[in-house]
């Protein structure tokens, strides 16, 4: 079984998120984390129990260079996001491998997850 998750955003890079100040951090990571149950209960994505791979496909609205390691820190607003709601836990024994993929959409930029259960 495999679902896609389409998010309407991209995370912010590691780096953006580093230079925030914590109150706006927190502020940003509750709100991706209700982003992420809206898009998950509108687009009627089930509870996957057991092992997943995950694959985080960002799909960025110029084709300038980026660094994976930006964006994997990033990940983090989006794993707890879909801890409890979709997968039980974002940890290694639930996660068995994460994946990123930069791709390039001028006119519809945005993050798409897609869960495969093991």
């Known amino acids: 079984m495999e679902y896609r998750i389409i998010i309407p955003e991209i995370p912010p890079s590691l780096n953006e998120i580093l230079r925030w100040h914590w109150t706006f951090r927190s502020k940003e990571k509750k709100r991706w984390a209700e982003m992420i ?16 791979k995950i694959k985080a496909v960002y799909y960025f609205n110029t084709k300038r260079n980026r660094d994976y390691d930006n ?26 491998e994460l994946s ?7 006119d519809n930029p945005r993050t798409e997850i897609i869960i495969r259960g093991e």
């Not at 149950?37 to 997943?52: E, L, N």
């Not at 990123?100 to 001028?106: I, K, S, T, V």
């Open 37 to 52: 149950w809206y898009c998950i209960k509108s687009q009627r994505i089930p509870y996957i129990s057991g092992k997943v």
């Open 71 to 96: 964006f994997a820190g990033a990940f983090k607003f989006i794993g707890d996001g879909l801890k409890g709601i979709v997968i039980e836990d974002d940890n290694s024994n639930i996660i068995t």
């Open 100 to 106: 990123f993929q930069f791709e390039y959409d001028r």
